[in-house]
């Protein structure tokens, strides 16, 4: 019996240094996969020398948040969203972010005068990729709040509630300028990140 015993552990350890081969092999696998597509993007952002695509693969480089604009609209709360925000001035409080001339919603987010900035967590990865969509402004749905003048939406890391304080059309887009007239945040999550046209994650190293 002993014998039989151990002839069966043998087996088992056996069985799970295979499946642990064939799961490795899958992870390689995979990790090629994702390898050979980053390099492709590689090549298509490289391939007109200094042209649009090139200058948007540079720009590319840089790493940022992604933040999810809310203002109130006729039929309810919109939202677009944009990783062009940056904060401009801590006393005022101000913050700038950039609508592009072609938006869909340019008429809406220009004429705000109320409006918040929403600092997407990296679970609300979903909220960024239907926002970013033409024709997709409705956030009537969405689990919504009200922060000074503002909708805001649940789950942010950061809400800012802002007054429009300036606007200048620069080259194809509209720079927004607005005071903070009213903020939230969370002291945990991770966050959504952006770049080289693919989402990450942010998070504090303890």
């Given at each position: 019996p002993f014998l039989t015993f151990l002839m069966t552990i043998g087996a088992l350890l056996a069985a799970a240094i295979a499946l642990g081969h064939s799961?490795?092999?899958?992870a390689d696998r995979a990790t090629a996969r994702v390898k050979n597509r980053c390099a492709e993007a590689v090549a298509q952002g490289m391939s007109d020398g200094d042209g649009e695509r090139a200058y948007r693969w540079a720009l590319g480089g840089f790493a940022t948040g992604v933040v999810l604009i809310t203002t109130d609209a006729?039929?309810?709360?919109?939202g677009i969203v944009v990783n062009s925000f940056s904060s401009v001035s801590l006393e005022p409080r101000?913050?700038?972010?950039?609508?592009?001339?072609?938006?869909?919603?340019?008429?809406?987010?220009?004429?705000a005068e109320?409006?918040?900035?929403?600092?997407?967590?990296?679970?609300?990865q979903d909220i960024s990729a239907r926002f970013a969509r033409p024709g997709a402004f409705d956030a009537?749905?969405?689990?919504?709040?009200?922060?000074?003048?503002?909708?805001?939406l649940e789950g942010a890391l950061t809400r800012l509630a802002c007054r429009s304080r300036d606007r200048r059309a620069v080259?194809?887009?509209?720079?927004?300028?607005?005071?903070?007239?009213?903020f939230d945040t969370v002291a945990t999550g991770d966050g959504l990140t952006y770049?080289?046209?693919?989402?990450?994650?942010?998070?504090?190293?303890?």
């Open positions: 799961v490795g092999r899958r006729p039929t309810g709360p919109a101000l913050v700038l972010w950039c609508l592009g001339d072609a938006s869909d919603r340019f008429a809406l987010f220009a004429g109320h409006w918040a900035i929403n600092v997407l967590a990296a679970e609300q009537a749905d969405l689990p919504m709040a009200r922060l000074g003048e503002s909708p805001v080259g194809d887009h509209l720079l927004i300028v607005g005071e903070v007239t009213a770049f080289r046209g693919r989402y990450g994650r942010a998070a504090l190293e303890i």
